[in-house]
T-cell receptor, first 114, second 111 residues
Framework: KAGVTQTPRYLIKTRGQQVTLSCSPISGHRSVSWYQQTPGQGLQFLFEYFSETQRNKGNFPGRFSGRQFSNSRSEMNVSTLELGDSALYLC?????????????FGAGSRLTVL | QQQVKQSPQSLIVQKGGISIINCAYENTAFDYFPWYQQFPGKGPALLIAIRPDVSEKKEGRFTISFNKSAKQFSLHIMDSQPGDSATYFCAASLRGQNFVFGPGTRLSVLP
């Protein structure tokens, strides 16, 4: 069974640009969550999507947005990039059938903002 | 109230020793407490988890101890091995959603 796939794995952007990250969840998983991981802050919750609807949202500015498609694949977008947005962005999927308690993470997309 | 505190920030243990990582939470509504292990270049992976109606759970060399009244839980790694060197995150969730993670503990097990 394929795991959670995130693309791209690495990317470099400059301030003011925007970026789109993609996440393909485990087949059959309908919940996709996004986290920002930085050395000082640990894993910070961005948002969660379930059946194409945003179910929960963390405390991030509106520059951070996401969406989920009918096949459960998800994208997150960050507009007007700032230096502080440099981080590892992790996607995790979970299955309602398993009680939705087990998050399976992808390897992440490492974003560097110059 | 949504915060999960974790200590220590880093830990160095000799091979064969016991590694202990502690976490504390405030929200008594949390109903699931997992531990995740992350190796460099990888995403976190579920290691072991516990629900608040159980005081201890053991899986191989890994044990979670849970103290509901103190709102604390800890991970014990017995007979620590160099392959256990990783970053460990405790977390708490409510009804399978709203996962809150601790800041992480970087464990180094010396050979």
């Amino acid at each position: 069974k394929a795991g959670v796939t995130q693309t791209p794995r690495y990317l470099i952007k400059t301030r003011g640009q925007q970026v789109t990250l993609s996440c393909s969840p485990i087949s059959g998983h309908r919940s996709v969550s996004w986290y920002q991981q930085t050395p000082g802050q640990g894993l910070q919750f961005l948002f969660e999507y379930f059946s194409e609807t945003q179910r929960n949202k963390g405390n991030f500015p509106g520059r951070f947005s996401g969406r989920q498609f009918s096949n459960s694949r998800s994208e997150m977008n960050v507009s007007t990039l700032e230096l502080g947005d440099s981080a590892l962005y992790l996607c995790a999927s979970s299955s309602e059938l398993s009680g939705a308690n087990v998050l399976t993470f992808g390897a992440g997309s490492r974003l560097t903002v110059l | 109230q949504q915060q999960v505190k974790q200590s220590p920030q880093s830990l160095i243990v000799q091979k064969g020793g016991i590694s202990i990582i502690n976490c504390a939470y405030e929200n008594t509504a949390f109903d699931y407490f997992p531990w995740y292990q992350q190796f460099p270049g990888k995403g976190p992976a579920l290691l072991i988890a516990i629900r608040p109606d159980v005081s201890e759970k053991k899986e191989g060399r890994f044990t979670i101890s849970f103290n509901k009244s103190a709102k604390q839980f800890s991970l014990h790694i017995m007979d620590s091995q160099p392959g256990d060197s990783a970053t460990y995150f405790c977390a708490a969730s409510l009804r399978g959603q709203n996962f809150v993670f601790g800041p992480g503990t970087r464990l180094s097990v010396l050979p």
